[in-house]
């Protein structure tokens, strides 16, 4: 059984900084990308960020040059830092894997359950 863990949601004012983190657990035989989406209220979902195994990155426009994505493959983990964070950041972050299940041996993907960041004063 694989499971997606986030944590490090919250609320931050406006210019503040959060750092979200995501760890892979289970019987897991390789991961391929890990990233983050997220969600507002009334939108699609729509991507943050994604960080392949090899170590190339790829940002949403909406958050290039405020946000960094990093790996820690030996923890099978992913951490999003998030600066200067504006009001329409605001949303449900979601944790994303493609990764190979020993039980598979085949890429599949993974979601996290999500957790909430509130941008407001």
């Known amino acids: 059984q694989v499971q997606l863990v986030e944590s490090g949601g919250g609320l931050v004012q406006p210019g503040g900084s959060l750092k979200l983190s995501c760890a892979a657990s289970?019987?897991?035989?390789?991961?391929?990308?890990m990233g983050w989406y997220r969600q507002a209220p009334g939108k699609q979902r729509e991507l943050v960020a994604v960080a392949s195994s090899g170590g190339s990155t790829n940002y949403g426009d909406s958050v290039k040059g405020r946000f960094t994505i990093s790996r820690d493959n030996a923890k099978n983990t992913v951490y999003l830092q998030m600066n200067s964070l504006k009001p329409e950041d605001t949303a449900v972050y979601f944790c994303n894997a493609e990764l190979i299940p020993i039980a598979f041996r085949i890429p599949l993907n993974y979601w996290g359950q999500g957790t909430q960041v509130t941008v407001s004063s």
């Open positions: 289970g019987t897991i035989f390789s991961i391929n990308a």
